[in-house]
């Protein structure tokens, strides 16, 4: 399991992503369903203060106290700078948890921050990136982004020998070049995301909250038309994952979990995520 997702527009978000054991939003509920993982979780990047995005930090924070698990594993909470509603949620946080066993600290992020998730010889990390969500609040989205080197582009015709010849004559660097490789990328609430943000990620969680234009009313959320579009102009390698669907859809969610799949003219797979339900991607 890559990635568990619970996402109900207006009720609930949250993206587990296991490879870095990151919790990307924290809806209510988060604990409920991620159980043990809870405990797994280091990081949690909150990309703006709606209670459907933050209210499950209550009890994640309080059972990673409480339960059988690791209780000393620290947590740390990334949110958008100045964000109101998340500095409640900080301050309410703090009066009823004064003892905590284990080491809870909130870091406020900007545009372009990055949060180094392991060093060595291929670097990760996380950069932050601007989404348009409401007015009278900051909204950020987050890349998982890895280091990487490749052969340069000018050489692709070379043959090994050349190649070789090339490294000891001019050394390594003359032959390869390092590059930023998107892995993951998370909008959360979101208007269409502008794809230079995310441009040629492998999997990208876009808000899709209206299937159908004719039912947004205010321009605070994308429609699957806006993340298809991004997702294509982005470059997007493997997979679209189409989340906040509304739950006006909840009785067509057989006809939601058909939708998902390969289409004609995409590079990536188009995934989306029925309200409501526990998923999973592998
Ligand atoms: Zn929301
Ligand atoms: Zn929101």
Redesign the pocket.
């Known amino acids: 399991m890559r990635l568990l997702i619970y996402s109900k527009?207006?009720y609930s978000?949250w993206v587990y992503y296991s490879p870095d054991r990151i919790l990307f939003d924290a809806g209510e509920g988060a604990s409920t369903i991620l159980g043990n993982k809870a405990f797994a979780i280091r990081r949690v990047f909150l990309s703006h203060g709606?209670a459907?995005?933050i209210a499950g930090l209550v009890g994640l924070v309080n059972i990673r106290n409480n339960a059988l698990g690791d209780t000393e594993k620290e947590l740390e909470i990334y949110y958008p700078k100045g964000n109101y509603l998340v500095s409640e949620m900080m301050a309410f946080l703090a009066r009823t948890n004064r003892r905590l066993n284990y080491d809870l600290t909130w870091i406020p992020l900007e545009v372009g921050d990055r949060v180094e998730l392991l060093s060595g010889q291929m670097p990760r990390y996380i950069e932050a990136f601007p989404t348009v969500h409401v007015h009278n609040e900051t909204s950020l989205g987050y890349n998982v982004v890895e280091m990487r080197h490749r052969l340069k582009p000018e050489l692709a015709g070379a043959t090994q020998q050349e190649i070789v010849a090339r490294v000891r004559s001019e050394g390594k660097d003359a032959v390869s070049e390092d590059y930023a490789q998107k892995l993951f990328s998370y909008g959360?609430?979101s208007v269409g995301i502008k794809p230079t943000h995310v441009s040629e990620t492998e999997i990208l969680c876009h808000d899709t909250t209206f299937l159908d234009e004719r039912d947004r009313k205010e321009y605070k959320h994308a429609t699957l038309a806006e993340a298809m579009q991004c997702a294509r102009d982005a470059g997007v390698k493997k997979e679209l994952i189409c989340l906040?669907i509304s739950s006006r859809y909840k009785s067509k969610l057989r006809e939601i979990e058909k939708a998902s799949g390969d289409y004609d003219g995409l590079n990536f797979k188009v995934t989306l995520v029925p309200p409501g339900r526990i998923f999973t991607v592998e």
């Open positions: 527009a207006l978000s709606h459907d995005h959360g609430d906040h």
